[in-house]
């Protein structure tokens, strides 16, 4: 018996059969979705966007790029819009072939990195989504503990134990929501959205008399006077696009369920750049106003919270806080890397194991943080301080991967796969596609080698774009190259 591939209007979907069935690439849930299943309209997509972006790391990058790249308040905001009105850009492309095949990211890597190759690039995208879940699972953990220990006195005794505690109820919250599937998730984005916006907006309201926008506006920059603003600039663009260059990669998870390419591209631009801009400003306007409410600035929402001297606000703020930060988690952090880690081995890893595993180097990456709260380790090393360098770094693995993928889909296959062959190992699809393995570590090594050569800085400073734009390039030629070498040897051979 023999499975393939049928085309339905724009859409294609796999007839599975028993030679897919047995195939060891092959499982339910790295499956094309049925097109039946593809409902997700712009509002449910863009709804996805408004709930990973209203965040406690969202609302502390003003922050960020104003203490650790030397932008002041203004410069900050502008940077935030502008990285995330570029980042639309991979985000909609690499979503194309999702909705049109209803694939997921690791299937469509198998394209240009090959079958077994497609490991490496998936591997990195999920020790970075392993990582951020971790962080987000921290934040979350502590709004839990703050509160609890707003209703018990004695759960407040806890102290550091009672925030460890909040981590693991938080880790099952999200385990639960993402066992349960991608309907899960969409319902979490969709009743989440709204609830959020609405209180982002009351806060921005209730905050406006308390500080003064003209004078937090006019905050200067805090590089040196002689300094130009182009190379600050830069950096903390670079790393901006990082925070979400993630998603480029894997929006094929979510573009899967759309229900066309109009809807992913509208949900895409509808929900994430003007969320982004919004809610960092509301960070920069609450961090200001935190001197007139605590008597000390504090760019952290949940400490913020934490300080104000009514248990029941304090309740409040806190369930809003565990809701927007789970519908982050769960949609940017465990689906990838619950597919991710299917692709090692189809028949082996399924949905369920694919999330346990997630959650499991989630924890162990966190494991310091942990300790830290349990009294058993010392360090000084703060959380705010790692990812704004984390983000650089691994913005330096993704670009390449981001650029890859478009040539491959757009330039190289011209919008057309095999879907039978994506699933089906010694086929169309090499197990190891030179072209997108040298592409990917031609930009890497150059990175490595700038990183200990200052007249080569920029290249690791500016390393998403350096990195996407020499992966695309290379991919390309060496590309055109296989292709060229294929078209010889058949006419020989003919």
Not at 5 to 26: I, T
Not at 64 to 69: E, K, N, R
Not at 453 to 458: H, I, S
Request: net charge negative.
């Amino acid at each position: 018996m023999t499975s393939k591939s049928v085309k339905q209007g724009e859409f294609y979907e796999l007839e599975v059969d028993s030679d897919l069935q047995q195939s060891s690439a092959y499982n339910d849930d790295l499956a094309p979705t049925n097109v039946k299943d593809r409902t997700w309209s712009k509002w449910n997509i863009a709804a996805l966007w408004v709930g990973m972006s209203i965040c406690v790391p969202t609302y502390t990058l003003g922050g960020v790029l104003t203490a650790y790249f030397g932008l002041s308040v203004m410069e900050a905001l502008f940077t935030i819009l502008i990285a995330n009105i570029i980042l639309l850009v991979p985000l909609t492309l690499n979503a194309y072939p999702g909705t049109k095949f209803g694939i997921p990211f690791p299937v469509l890597l198998r394209s240009s990195f090959g079958m077994i190759g497609s490991n490496f690039p998936c591997l990195i995208r999920a020790l970075v989504a392993c990582g951020w879940f971790g962080i987000q699972t921290m934040f979350g953990g502590l709004a839990i503990h703050l509160f609890l220990s707003a209703v018990s006195d004695g759960w407040a005794s806890l102290g550091g134990v009672g925030e460890v505690i909040g981590f693991f109820i938080f880790w099952a919250l999200n385990m639960y929501v993402v066992i349960r599937g991608a309907e899960s998730i969409k319902w979490m984005e969709t009743l989440s959205a709204p609830l959020l916006l609405l209180v982002a907006i009351g806060l921005m309201f209730w905050a406006s008399d308390k500080v003064s926008f003209t004078e937090l506006l006019a905050t200067p920059a805090s590089r040196p006077e002689d300094a130009g603003f182009m190379g600050y600039f830069l950096g903390g663009l670079t790393a901006m696009v990082g925070f979400w260059a993630t998603l480029s990669l894997n929006i094929p998870d979510f573009s899967r369920y759309a229900k066309s390419q109009k809807d992913q591209v509208i949900g895409q631009i509808v929900g994430l750049p003007i969320t982004m801009f919004f809610f960092a400003a509301l960070g920069v306007v609450l961090t200001a106003a935190s001197t007139t409410l605590v008597g000390e600035p504090i760019s952290d929402p949940i400490s913020l919270i934490g300080k104000i001297d009514s248990p029941f606000w304090v309740a409040v703020a806190m369930i809003l806080i565990v809701i927007a930060t789970l519908s982050t988690n769960t949609a940017a952090n465990v689906v990838s890397p619950t597919n991710d880690f299917q692709n090692i081995a189809p028949k082996l890893i399924n949905h369920t194991r694919g999330a346990l595993l997630t959650g499991l180097i989630g924890i162990l990456l966190m494991g310091w943080e942990l300790l830290k709260k349990l009294g058993l380790l010392e360090s000084d090393v703060s959380v705010e301080g790692m990812y704004s360098n984390w983000l650089l770094g691994y913005s330096s693995l993704l670009g390449p991967i981001a650029g890859i993928m478009i040539v491959d889909y757009f330039l190289i296959k011209r919008q057309h796969l095999d879907l039978v062959a994506l699933y089906t190992k010694d086929s169309l699809y090499p197990a190891f596609n030179s072209a997108g393995l040298i592409a990917f570590a031609v930009p890497v090594l150059i990175t490595l080698v700038a990183l200990n050569m200052p007249a080569l800085g920029w290249f690791y400073n500016y390393g998403w774009f350096t990195g996407a734009f020499t992966g695309a390039i290379v991919y390309f030629v060496l590309a055109n190259m296989q292709t060229a070498s294929a078209t010889q040897t058949d006419a020989l051979q003919s």
